[in-house]
């Protein structure tokens, strides 16, 4: 079995990530900052300073979910599917339903809409505005709006998606929509033309499964990464010796037993396990989302997952979002990045508290902040102001 250094290593190789001209090896292509307007609970909110792994702690209802929301909406503002599929992850639910997106408004006040702005690396910004709105016809576009019709019964039927991309003084605006019947099912809906996203984030819910698991391990398997998988999982596992993809389903294989097992009939620890390792292993992922990231993990597994979620994401210059409510895993992060070093610049961690004077704010903290905290015990999860 490869030492972790060497996977690592072969990482960085098999995807030519490393790049020379640029000096190094820990360059990130991904996002900056991130301000949120009347989102769910939260009416205005600012993280600044983002880095390669970025952990959002707080209490309950302070909003870390919603952040990561609002981060997956702002990579999928191209896809008027978006706001059902992240309010289906919440509700833990197949689908979302088309009703459900008035949650997403700030005191479901459909009149103000929220909005989402983030700043890349090369200082790009996406500016996404969600709108509800009625259109009479149910075919036409919501700009052609007809005057309503005497006696007709108004709903809500359309979600609007205004987005603009801007770099320096050029800014492209682009619209999508989706549009439902009164039964709530799709009837008609439009992506922006002339828009193709080159972004692509991926939402790892509280609970132990994930829909992408086949996908994410389809990809690495046809890149001749098996054996990576394999390995990151004899990591977690040392008795296992196999991974398949069978009839759209995971199966692992274990010494000693004489058939493989299907992943769902494997421990709840080890299913999340393999669903984040290997979504943050998938080259095609730019962002992973992780709520509750210690969720179904006994604490003996958090070093070795904060290790192949930092090596992973250096390895294939992807951003990592966590959030967590274990004060636990704070203390093997900071073990793991004692003896990493080389990892301990790629650490933000940001606790969300709701203020008495100045509202919703983000206090950051780097690794030199996390590692005061656990050698004197201070409590860094909620700030009481």
């Not at 997956?72 to 509700?91: E, K, Y």
């Not at 639910?93 to 997403?104: Q, S, V």
């Amino acid at each position: 079995m490869l030492f972790f250094k060497d996977y690592w290593q072969s990482l960085e190789e098999n995807y030519y990530l490393c790049d020379i001209n640029k000096g190094s090896k820990y360059r990130m292509d991904g996002f900056k900052n991130i301000e949120i307007k009347n989102f769910r609970g939260i009416d205005h909110l600012k993280i600044d300073d983002f880095a390669r792994v970025n952990v959002f702690l707080g209490q309950n209802n302070s909003g870390k979910s919603t952040v990561l929301e609002a981060i997956a909406l702002a990579l999928g503002m191209s896809n008027p599917d978006m706001p059902q599929a992240i309010n289906a992850v919440r509700a833990r639910k197949p689908f979302g339903n088309f009703i459900d997106i008035k949650y997403f408004f700030h005191n479901l006040d459909t009149s103000i809409p929220p909005e989402i702005i983030m700043e890349q690396a090369d200082g790009t910004f996406r500016h996404l505005k969600l709108a509800l709105t009625y259109v009479f016809d149910e075919l036409a576009e919501p700009k052609n709006e007809p005057l309503q019709q005497t006696g007709a019964v108004k709903y809500v039927n359309t979600l609007e998606m205004d987005f603009d991309i801007s770099s320096g003084t050029s800014t492209q605006n682009y619209k999508s929509w989706l549009r439902v019947n009164p039964q709530g099912l799709v009837v008609n809906r439009k992506t922006a033309d002339g828009y193709i996203e080159q972004l692509r984030g991926w939402l790892i819910s509280a609970d132990l499964m994930s829909n992408n698991l086949v996908n994410d391990l389809t990809e690495l398997f046809k890149r001749n990464q098996k054996d990576v998988v394999l390995t990151l999982l004899k990591l977690f596992d040392s008795r296992i010796n196999g991974i398949e993809i069978l009839n759209d389903d995971v199966y692992i294989g274990f010494d000693g037993v004489s058939e493989m097992l299907p992943s769902r009939m494997t421990a709840d620890g080890l299913r999340r396990y393999l669903n984040i390792v290997a979504g943050s292993a998938n080259p095609m992922n730019t962002a992973i989302l992780i709520d509750e990231i210690d969720n179904g993990l006994h604490y003996s597994a958090y070093k070795k997952l904060w290790e192949a979620i930092f090596a992973l994401a250096t390895a294939t210059n992807k951003q990592i979002f966590v959030t967590t409510h274990s004060k636990e895993t704070l203390y093997y992060l900071n073990e793991m990045l004692e003896e990493k070093p080389d990892f301990q610049k790629e650490l933000r961690l940001y606790t969300i508290e709701k203020t008495l004077k100045k509202g919703l704010q983000a206090y950051k903290y780097t690794y030199e902040g996390l590692s005061g905290a656990c050698e004197n015990d201070i409590e860094i999860r909620s700030i009481v102001l």
